[in-house]
């Protein structure tokens, strides 16, 4: 077993919830196994701390001459420092807009985005859904290739690239891959994009809570013009995101939400738009939230990123060198052990004649843990990995348009938080050491309209038991 960092031993005890007794199938109950990290992460005590505290304080933000609400302004404009501040961001050309998530933060950048007709963006077939259907709402959107090994196809990048390069305003790239933990070289695509005069937009859903990310100066051809990321995929939960970007963009145009808190000055016939960032912010922000993602970043920025980078490498490379040795277990991407530092830690799997669905259900019914099953919102890449053939596609279009979800291609996902550990592994392949040899007891059934498995006569509304509001 490699060796654990200290620091990161602690880390575990910084997490709300972390070992947490969840009920098994057969009556008894064991601590949950979060493995599902790349969807949500579980809170940081600080920032669980930091949100009770601000409560006593919370008050209107930018409206208000009460002190409550002079300190509340104050604390969303010093949110705004700390995340601006984690990522690289040059406080004088860049402003963050705090939204909901990053679903949110990228459609209010497609929608802001002067697209003329003929425009287009470049994107990649690893895209996470809310990376490529905004985009596909303002124009013409072209999907670089993907390898067999589930990486992207450099070349085929490039040669999208350069063909159409007149019409190339925007290249739009995850940091790293929610499906595969595969992470594109975000730099030197961002200096193609500016060489043949796009910008790069990239999504750091995933990268932010694993690796340091930084925009790099304006002025370097590697900068990043603009980036999203959110939340609940960084230890704090309160429904916050952000869309950081160049002011003057922002400033240019008309914001696409419209309301109190985006004017300087309104007639009946008149309109005079404030600056941004507060001209896409219409409304009450989320100021408890905004809270919570800078104390978090805060925390992150005192542990390390390189630490927490590190320590996730060893457990990735730890599980892959469990899961490729285990018989009846396909791995997806990138398979190799000594690569494990050069991606982040997602890995999809297969259990071979399982379907994934059951797998995930006898995981949390009977092995109290966590992990994902599907299509992870990213379908074309999943379908593109499992290679399904365009008659397979067809069938199972045919299915779902019927409401019947059962038994629809998919895979498996565990992914790691900086707080996961090795027994956290050993948990999860004992599990899968129990289901490829069959060794399971319970009796599942499949619910057509979603494609989950449950045990037979179980009631998924039995759980309000364990919390009610
Ligand atoms: C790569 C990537 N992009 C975007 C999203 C959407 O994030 P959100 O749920 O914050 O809108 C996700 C969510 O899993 C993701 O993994």
Redesign the pocket.
């Known amino acids: 077993m490699a060796i654990i960092d200290t620091k990161i031993m602690d880390l575990r005890s910084e997490i709300v919830g972390v070992d947490q007794l969840v009920p098994l199938l057969d009556g008894s109950q064991d601590t949950y196994v979060n493995l599902d990290n790349?969807?949500?992460t579980p809170p940081f005590k600080i920032v669980q701390e930091k949100v009770d505290e601000v409560f006593k304080w919370y008050s209107s933000v930018h409206r208000g001459a009460g002190f409550k609400s002079l300190l509340s302004t104050q604390l969303f404009e010093e949110a705004r420092e700390i995340v601006l501040d984690f990522v690289g961001a040059d406080e004088d050309h860049d402003v963050i807009i705090f939204s909901?998530?990053?679903?949110?933060?990228?459609n209010l950048l497609a929608k802001r985005f002067p697209f003329q007709p003929g425009d287009m963006v470049l994107t990649t077939g690893m895209?996470?859904?809310?990376?490529d259907l905004p985009w596909r709402a303002r124009a013409e959107v072209l999907h670089a290739g993907i390898l067999p090994d589930g990486s992207l196809d450099m070349q085929d990048f490039q040669d999208k690239l350069e063909k159409n390069a007149k019409n190339i305003r925007l290249v739009a790239v995850?940091?790293?891959?929610?499906v595969s933990g595969y992470m594109p070289p975000i730099y030197d695509i961002a200096e193609m994009a500016h060489k043949h005069g796009a910008v790069v937009s990239v999504?750091?859903?995933?990268?932010l809570p694993h690796r340091k990310v930084d925009m790099l100066p304006p002025d370097s051809p590697r900068h990043l013009d603009f980036i999203?990321?959110?939340?609940?995929?960084v230890y704090a939960p309160l429904g916050s995101?952000g869309l950081v970007g160049p002011r003057d963009f922002f400033n240019r145009g008309e914001p696409d939400y419209r309301g109190g808190g985006t004017v300087e000055i309104v007639t009946l016939d008149e309109v005079m738009w404030t600056s941004s960032p507060e001209k896409d912010e219409a409304g009450s922000p989320n100021v408890i939230g905004a809270v919570a993602l800078a104390a978090s970043l805060k925390f992150l920025s005192q542990v390390g990123m390189d630490t927490i980078a590190a320590h996730e490498a060893d457990l990735t490379r730890y599980a892959l060198e469990k899961l490729t040795s285990m018989s009846g277990i396909k791995v997806y991407g990138s398979t190799d052990p000594s690569k494990a530092q050069d991606r982040v830690g997602a890995i999809p799997f297969h259990v071979e004649g399982v379907q994934h669905g059951l797998v995930a259900a006898v995981l949390g019914f009977e092995g109290g843990i966590g992990v994902r099953d599907g299509c992870?919102?990213?379908h074309p890449y999943i379908l593109r990995l499992l290679k399904i053939t365009d008659v397979e596609y067809a069938q199972f279009h045919e299915r779902v348009m019927h409401r019947n979800r059962a038994d629809l291609p998919g895979l498996l996902r565990m992914s790691f938080g900086c707080y996961s550990n090795f027994e956290d592994v050993d948990r999860l392949m004992n599990m899968l050491e129990r289901i490829t040899s069959g060794n399971f007891k319970g009796n599942y059934e499949v619910h057509k309209p979603s494609g989950s498995y449950f045990p037979k006569g179980f009631d998924p509304g039995s759980v309000r038991k364990y919390f009610t509001i």
Do not use: V
């Open positions: 790349a969807a949500s909901r998530n990053t679903s949110e933060a990228l895209e996470h859904h809310s990376n995850t940091g790293a891959s929610n999504d750091c859903a995933q990268l999203q990321f959110a939340a609940h995929k995101g992870f919102c990213a």
